[in-house]
């Protein structure tokens, strides 16, 4: 059931993106009084699933969920209709109008991509606000991996700038270290005093190499009291609001590290360091014979939320699709070094698929859309034939040089383009397949 349910969720989505971008192509076209001779949702090699016609154009559902296309009368595109071209050219199509007219038409469906975006974070902003667990409130600082203390970082470290730039929202902090291009300093506070440690970048680099970067870094959490579950803690004198510091001589500041040191004493009797207020007290309290001294601790990390107008998720929503773009277009840089190895991670449909939640999250959709919608556009606005970056590169080459490119030139570049497309398609989605059996 959850697989299914992430499957439904990129369907919609995937389905939305292509809609929305072809949608962008289509418009521009009927603005400029082009014929539109199809639109379609996937592709339909062979057969569509639905397909009806209204006016010039057929519209339809292809079987192929790929992508989808719109068919512009006149243009050399995905559907490789070479008799079309060996025709007189006719004043409705594309290839008999002027080059900022086709410039238009072609960025019109990245632009529409970007502009969706926008408005779902927009929306999100309005709807959601933004929530955050605040770097301020990590009054403990951070426990770290082995990779992560290879780096430089102890456990304790409480992480206040990366390159300078102060630490908000605790989510950012993997995101600024991992996409580092060079050296990386943090300023941290250690043992209670500031100092800043370098961050080299080849050990950056076999950082990101490693599968998983979960644990990388994790809060440490005070064990602080919120309630009392037990009547042996209870009678033992534990209240709410005592933050436990040490169990029978051992000190420890975070609550996970108690774990095992409970699972040593089950069944007996533990001295615990309690502090209340300005006190410090020696508690004996029963551990039970699962391990457990039966409180529960309190949330020490609240999640804070800032909301915003109507008026103000419209700044909030650029921002939020800068920053994204920003972010995704750092991620590609660094997949094209060959030292960074992030190649190997390139993943396809599967790996768009899993990262939808398991459980139906609006938040999440909407979310993982908008930034899905910038993959899109900014995948689309390369350079290679057979994308839109594709058509817009000689298409600015036109416009530069006053000279057009010839039908045969186009043609060939398609068919390079179409192969390179295809070669990407099958090593991303090769490389999930992969992952499925390693």
């Known amino acids: 059931m959850d697989i299914f349910i992430k499957v439904v969720q990129f369907l919609m ?16 076209a009927k603005a400029f009084k082009l014929r539109v001779e199809k639109f ?27 992508g989808g296309y719109v068919k512009i009368s006149g243009m050399i595109d995905e559907s490789m209709d070479k008799e079309q071209m060996k025709l007189p050219p006719k004043e409705y199509e594309f290839r008999s109008r002027p080059a900022w007219q086709r410039f238009i038409v072609l960025v019109a469906g990245v632009t529409m991509n970007v502009i969706l975006a926008f408005f779902i974070y927009c929306g999100i902003s309005y709807t959601w606000g933004s929530r955050y667990i605040s770097n301020e ?28 730039e102060k630490i908000d929202n605790i989510n950012s902090i993997l995101t600024r270290i991992i996409l580092a291009d060079d050296d990386t300093e943090v300023g941290i506070i250690r043992n209670g005093e500031r100092t800043v440690i370098t961050l080299p970048y080849e050990g950056i680099n076999r950082v990101r190499q490693a599968d998983d970067f979960s644990g990388f870094y994790t809060p440490r959490i005070p064990f602080a009291v919120d309630s009392i579950a037990s009547e042996s ?9 005592d933050r436990i510091v040490g169990i029978d001589g051992i000190h420890e500041e975070d609550f996970v590290k108690y774990d095992s040191l409970l699972a040593a004493r089950k069944g007996t009797v533990a001295v615990l360091d309690v502090i209340r207020g300005k006190d410090t007290l020696a508690l004996s309290v029963p551990v039970s014979d699962e391990g457990k001294l039966g409180v529960i601790i309190a949330n020490p990390f609240p999640v804070r939320t800032r909301n915003y107008t109507l008026l103000e998720s419209i700044p909030e929503g650029a921002r939020m699709t800068g920053k994204a773009i920003g972010n995704y277009l750092d991620q590609l840089k660094l997949i094209v070094k060959p030292d960074t190895g992030l190649y190997k991670k390139v993943g396809g449909f599967i790996a768009i698929a899993n990262l939808f939640p398991e459980k139906w999250d609006w938040f999440q959709f909407w979310n993982m859309t908008a930034f899905l919608s910038l993959i899109l556009a900014i995948l689309n606005i390369i350079p290679i034939p057979g994308l839109d970056g594709g058509h817009i590169l000689f298409t600015l080459w036109e416009m530069v040089t006053r000279r057009k490119p010839s039908d045969k030139v186009l043609e060939v570049a398609q068919y390079i383009g179409l192969l390179l497309i295809l070669a990407l398609l099958v090593f991303a989605n090769g490389n999930d397949i992969y992952k499925l059996f390693n």
């Open 13 to 28: 989505s995937l389905s939305l993106l292509v809609l929305i971008h072809e949608f962008g192509h289509f418009i521009a």
């Open 40 to 66: 379609y949702l996937f592709f339909d090699i062979g057969f569509s699933l639905f397909k009806f016609r209204r006016g010039e154009t057929e519209y339809g559902v292809g079987w192929l969920p790929l």
């Open 137 to 164: 409130d990590i009054t403990l600082g951070y426990s770290f991996s082995a990779d992560a203390q290879s780096l430089g970082f102890r456990d304790g470290d409480r992480i206040e700038t990366i390159n300078g």
């Open 233 to 241: 803690a209870r009678t033992a004198g534990l209240l709410k609001g």
